[in-house]
Each structure stands twice: as structure tokens, then as C-alpha cells.
């Protein structure tokens, strides 16, 4: 059965609020600031580091007995399942449910279904919840935090991106891969390029310092993923691509001047349709310069420390 619609829960820091917002709007146009949105858009919870879990809604009613009689239409054959509801915390102005009442609610609605329950191992797992008075049931679907397992590298800098950080920039950078071509030009040990490349997005690396391109080789090598990551710098990129992630190289070793920032973005505006830049400066005037117009920005925070991440076009 085809879901109507997809409901998203999210579980974000407050620091993480803005940096969360800006990865809905690159995926679904529009955000909220509540931790619940509803979108006719697919994405794999998995992906975001900020999403808890996803409903595939095939059932909509207005009360539960209305959902009881629609998912009597529901046949599994010999596939077993399991049926959760998902109001287990407030959602949005919708108040979480107690444990007891929740469980009322999946026995009820797990009898009517044409199928075998399993509560342990089941085929299939099917998630009903109320929102806004407003009764949902599908297929549920749980984010894994792959991004979790990406923490410990074997190679890593202490001012790298976080990687929850790294993967919510590759998702405002690239939110639907099908046919784009990513860069990281300045990659670093390759923490953006570790979490793209684990997406499934088409992007190579490239850093100047042999020696981090050393790291991010390894760092992506040992995560069992493949990925291209050169020695050069920025200005002997010759392909185009359709977008371009950097994170501003910064730290007591890498002096960087305005000048040499400005001319990294000047390199960039030669080859890329559009740039996801992350930087601790302001640099909307080099950004101007450079030939880009920034359509989209937010804060990414951890604690007293700050990063803008600039959409450029």
C-alpha cells in the first residue's frame, strides 16, 4: 500500500533547534518549529540526525474506532506484525498518552487486523497516533543514528565537525542525491565526506594538506565505504558540480587570511551551481563578491561556540 502522507518526529538539542529547521527546509520547503511535521515528501529517517522516526500513513479518521474499521481492509497473508502507538511524548500541542492507555490502543487496533501479531520479531511494524485530534495509522519506520557509529575515526581533529553537525550539512547541501554531484574541496579529515558518502550521495574530497587527505582516506576506508579524495588545492578543481560543501579552514596551525577565504570562494563560484559554506566569520561581503546571492542560513551552536551555515546560489 502506497502511504498518503509521511509524519516525522524529531528529537533535537536545544542548540541544535536552527541548524534542524534549515535541514527541513532543504528537504521538504518548509519548516516548523514544533517536533512533529507532516509531508507528502519521502526521506529516510536515517538520515537526519534530528529525526526520531517516520509514519507511512495509509489511514486517516477522526476518531480511533475510525482507524479500527479502516485497517480491517488490511490483509498480511502470512506476514506477521506489530502495531505501536506513537504518542509515547507531547507532540506538538497534542499531549503524550500514559503507557496503559497506549497499550489499549495497539491491542485495538492490532484485532482487527487480517494477520498474525508478533510482538518480538515482527514481518512488519505499524505505528497509529492522534495529532491534533486527528487519527493516523501506516507503516513505521525507525531512524537509525548511523551517524553515532561515525563518531569514534581513526583519524580526528578536535576542531572538525561534530558529526551530527557534518551530516545535517550534507542533507542541506544535497537533500535529494538522485543525479547530483557533490564536492568538498577542503575536506579535511573527511567528516562531511564520511557522512555524505553513507547517505549514498555522489561526492569526492579534495584538501591541499597530504596529510589530512591521508586521514580522510582512512577514516572513510574504515567505515567500509568508497569515496575519491585528492591532493590539490581548490584552484586546480577542473570539473563543474552541482554543489559545493565547505567548512572554512580554521585552527592554530591553518592561517587563513580574508584574501585566501575570498579566493576559495571565488574558486568555488567557478565550477558549482551552489555552496553550502560553513563558517565561524561573517562573510556575507565575500560571499557577495565571490558572485553568490546567500538564499538560506542558520546558527549551528554547541554551547558558547558558533558556526553559520550559509546557502549560496
Given at each position: 500500500?502506497?502511504?498518503?502522507?509521511?509524519?516525522y518526529?524529531?528529537v533535537?538539542?536545544?542548540?541544535?533547534?536552527d541548524?534542524?529547521?534549515?535541514?527541513?527546509?532543504?528537504f521538504?520547503?518548509f519548516?516548523?518549529?514544533?517536533?512533529?511535521?507532516?509531508?507528502?515528501i519521502?526521506?529516510?529517517?536515517?538520515?537526519?540526525?534530528f529525526?526520531?522516526?517516520?509514519?507511512?500513513?495509509?489511514?486517516k479518521?477522526t476518531?480511533l474506532e475510525?482507524?479500527?474499521?479502516?485497517?480491517e481492509q488490511?490483509?498480511?497473508?502470512?506476514s506477521?506484525?506489530?502495531v505501536i502507538?506513537?504518542?509515547?511524548?507531547?507532540?506538538?500541542?497534542?499531549k503524550?498518552?500514559g503507557h496503559?492507555?497506549?497499550?489499549?490502543?495497539?491491542?485495538?487496533?492490532?484485532?482487527?487486523?487480517?494477520?498474525?501479531?508478533?510482538?518480538?520479531q515482527?514481518?512488519r511494524?505499524?505505528?497509529?497516533?492522534?495529532?491534533?485530534?486527528?487519527?493516523?495509522?501506516g507503516?513505521?519506520?525507525e531512524?537509525?543514528?548511523?551517524w553515532?557509529?561515525?563518531?569514534q575515526k581513526p583519524?580526528?581533529y578536535?576542531t572538525?565537525?561534530?558529526?551530527?553537525?557534518?551530516?545535517?550539512?550534507?542533507?542541506?547541501?544535497?537533500?535529494h542525491?538522485e543525479?547530483?554531484?557533490a564536492i568538498d574541496?577542503?575536506?579535511g579529515?573527511?567528516?562531511?565526506?564520511?557522512?555524505?558518502?553513507?547517505?549514498?550521495?555522489?561526492?569526492?574530497?579534495?584538501?591541499i594538506?597530504?596529510?589530512?587527505?591521508?586521514?580522510?582516506?582512512k577514516?572513510?576506508?574504515?567505515?567500509?565505504?568508497?569515496?575519491?579524495?585528492t591532493?590539490?588545492?581548490?584552484?586546480?578543481?577542473?570539473?563543474?558540480?552541482?554543489?559545493?560543501?565547505i567548512?572554512?579552514?580554521?585552527?592554530?596551525?591553518?592561517h587563513?587570511?580574508?584574501?585566501e577565504?575570498?579566493?576559495?570562494?571565488?574558486?568555488?563560484?567557478?565550477?558549482t551551481?551552489?555552496?553550502?559554506?560553513?563558517?565561524?566569520?561573517?562573510i556575507?561581503?565575500?560571499?557577495?563578491e565571490?558572485?553568490f546571492?546567500?538564499?538560506?542560513?542558520?546558527i549551528?551552536?554547541?554551547?558558547?561556540?558558533?558556526?553559520?551555515v550559509?546557502?549560496?546560489?
Amino acid at each position: 500500500m502506497k502511504a498518503t502522507d509521511y509524519i516525522y518526529t524529531y528529537v533535537r538539542h536545544k542548540d541544535e533547534h536552527d541548524l534542524c529547521r534549515l535541514e527541513m527546509r532543504s528537504f521538504f520547503g518548509f519548516d516548523v518549529s514544533a517536533n512533529v511535521l507532516i509531508s507528502t515528501i519521502g526521506i529516510a529517517p536515517s538520515r537526519s540526525p534530528f529525526m526520531k522516526e517516520r509514519l507511512d500513513v495509509f489511514y486517516k479518521g477522526t476518531s480511533l474506532e475510525d482507524i479500527a474499521q479502516q485497517v480491517e481492509q488490511l490483509t498480511l497473508g502470512t506476514s506477521t506484525f506489530r502495531v505501536i502507538c506513537l504518542n509515547t511524548v507531547d507532540l506538538d500541542t497534542t499531549k503524550k498518552i500514559g503507557h496503559s492507555k497506549r497499550r489499549k490502543i495497539e491491542r485495538e487496533i492490532g484485532l482487527r487486523i487480517d494477520g498474525e501479531p508478533d510482538l518480538e520479531q515482527p514481518d512488519r511494524v505499524f505505528g497509529v497516533m492522534v495529532l491534533d485530534e486527528k487519527w493516523y495509522f501506516g507503516e513505521y519506520v525507525e531512524s537509525e543514528a548511523v551517524w553515532f557509529q561515525h563518531q569514534q575515526k581513526p583519524h580526528m581533529y578536535s576542531t572538525a565537525l561534530s558529526t551530527r553537525v557534518a551530516r545535517a550539512v550534507a542533507n542541506i547541501a544535497v537533500p535529494h542525491p538522485e543525479s547530483v554531484r557533490a564536492i568538498d574541496p577542503c575536506c579535511g579529515i573527511g567528516t562531511v565526506l564520511v557522512e555524505a558518502l553513507s547517505m549514498g550521495i555522489d561526492i569526492v574530497g579534495r584538501d591541499i594538506n597530504p596529510l589530512v587527505v591521508l586521514g580522510s582516506r582512512k577514516n572513510i576506508a574504515h567505515f567500509g565505504l568508497q569515496g575519491d579524495v585528492t591532493i590539490g588545492p581548490i584552484a586546480e578543481v577542473a570539473n563543474d558540480y552541482d554543489v559545493t560543501i565547505i567548512d572554512m579552514p580554521y585552527n592554530l596551525f591553518t592561517h587563513i587570511t580574508e584574501d585566501e577565504q575570498l579566493d576559495i570562494i571565488k574558486e568555488a563560484r567557478r565550477f558549482t551551481k551552489k555552496a553550502i559554506i560553513v563558517t565561524i566569520d561573517t562573510i556575507d561581503h565575500m560571499i557577495e563578491e565571490a558572485g553568490f546571492t546567500i538564499v538560506d542560513r542558520c546558527i549551528a551552536k554547541k554551547g558558547t561556540f558558533s558556526r553559520q551555515v550559509l546557502v549560496c546560489e
